[in-house]
């Protein structure tokens, strides 16, 4: 039975479950099935190397942060044949985000929208999941940890919150994400502004830079940004990663926008939407890289096309 035909008898059941609900049973069940050899049942994707940031990746298509927010299931969410896996957003300090419910399903447009709210362990017990893994003991692939700040970080110090992740994770990371762009934490998107972004990303390269001396070792720096910015605050944003040498971008988060789910159910909460116009097909993958891209992730696709989504954009991608 392929893994397509399991997702398709899965997804119902799943759907009638609070979509949280059904977030929180599925993970533990992916590592279960995988520390059980069932996910070798799986279809993975041929090798179709990129290297992009001076790193390898074994096939263009990786899971996107925001699935696995405290790197528990990193073996579990591998043995699916993703490229790369990313994990977090991670902040400093444990945080429970914000109150239930928090994900919205809006079937018929294939979207999601989430006010999560940096939900996660805290940095030491997610360094820890990172170092329990297989994945990274093992170094069986590449691994990008996502780092944030804390929803009570005034946001005039959230540097110190960046620059104490960044410090934390830099040993175990083949990249680190920069998350910036989370609409569903106050004021963070406030850090896109020029002279914010200018003072931040000069503190992110000179840790950087440290912590490649200390460790002998350079792990790149990416910046997560938002959809929501208009052709000015692009040009500032693109300015300032070429000024301070950041090694890549990762476009984008989940949008405030509401234009095109504007008469669905759940259309008016509020948080961040992410579906249809993401990737949800092979189709939707190769757009992406015609539009520039060298790599996509996938996250809410996985949601409604399941597992086999992973083999199809790297096959329209090879």
Request: aromatic share 6%.
């Amino acid at each position: 039975m392929s893994d397509k035909l399991l997702y398709a008898l899965a997804r119902p059941l799943l759907f009638t479950l609070d979509p949280e609900t059904a977030h929180n049973l599925t993970l533990p069940a992916l590592r279960r099935a995988s520390a059980l050899g069932v996910t070798r049942l799986v279809s993975k994707p041929r090798p179709d190397p990129r290297t992009v940031m001076g790193i390898t990746f074994p096939n263009p298509v990786g899971l996107a942060a925001g699935l696995d927010k405290d790197g528990a299931y990193i073996d579990g969410l591998a043995a699916l044949g993703f490229g790369s896996i990313e994990v977090g957003t991670v902040t400093p300090r444990p945080q429970a985000g914000n109150p239930k419910p928090r994900i919205f399903r809006l079937p018929s447009a294939r979207g999601i929208i989430n006010r999560m709210g940096f939900n996660n362990g805290g940095v030491d017990a997610f360094v820890a999941n990172v170092q329990a893994s297989r994945f990274y003991q093992e170094k069986r692939g590449v691994l990008g940890l996502n780092i944030g700040k804390n929803a009570d970080t005034p946001i005039e110090r959230a540097a110190e919150d960046y620059l104490h992740c960044l410090r934390k994770v830099y040993p175990y990371a083949s990249y680190v994400t920069v998350n910036i762009s989370s609409p569903n934490t106050k004021n963070l998107r406030q850090l896109q502004g020029a002279s914010e972004l200018d003072a931040l990303l000069a503190q992110l390269k000179g840790e950087q830079s440290r912590l490649a001396d200390e460790h002998g070792r350079y792990v790149p720096l990416a910046l997560k940004i938002a959809p929501d910015v208009d052709a000015d605050q692009i040009r500032d944003i693109g300015a300032a990663l070429l000024r301070h040498g950041i090694d890549g971008v990762i476009a984008t988060n989940t949008t405030l926008s509401r234009r095109d789910v504007e008469n669905h159910r759940h259309a008016n909460q509020q948080g961040g939407l992410s579906g249809a116009g993401g990737i949800l097909s092979g189709r939707d993958a190769k757009a992406k890289i015609q539009a520039g891209a060298q790599l996509v992730q996938l996250y809410s696709g996985l949601i409604y096309r399941g597992p086999a989504l992973v083999r199809e954009c790297a096959d329209a991608l090879r």
